[in-house]
């Protein structure tokens, strides 16, 4: 059974920083594409970011281009998401997936994922 746990969540003020991470279990990530995601309150289930199963490739949402950085560590199982230049429109539950563009159902059961505030 695949478990996501994501984590490193918190409030922030606008323009700082927090570092996600995703450590994964019951599944190998090196074969995947991984994936950060995030829903506020009230909206759908928003892509942030993919990155490629060796790295060599990452792909960001227009809205956090530039701000944001997806890595990997394969051999700890887990994905990280730093957030920089943090804006309160960044406040959402943030969860990783595997292999999810933001097109459809994700494949898979979501983990609990973590809350990112962003206020003054």
């Known amino acids: 059974q695949v478990q996501l746990m994501e984590s490193g969540g918190g409030l922030a003020q606008p323009g700082g920083s927090l570092r996600l991470s995703c450590a994964v279990s019951?599944?190998?990530?090196?074969?995947?594409?991984m994936t950060w995601a995030r829903q506020a309150p009230g909206k759908e289930l928003e892509w942030v970011s993919n990155?490629?199963?060796?790295?060599?490739?990452?792909w960001y949402s227009d809205s956090v281009k530039g701000r944001f950085t997806i890595s990997r560590d394969n051999a700890k199982n887990t994905i990280y998401l730093q957030m920089n230049d943090l804006k309160p429109e960044d406040t959402a539950l943030y969860y990783c997936?595997?292999?999810?563009w933001g097109d459809g159902a994700p494949t898979h059961d979501l983990g609990q994922g973590t809350q990112v505030t962003v206020s003054a």
């Open positions: 990155i490629r199963n060796d790295g060599s490739d990452t």
């Open positions: 997936l595997i292999d999810w």
């Open positions: 019951g599944l190998q990530i090196f074969s995947y594409v």
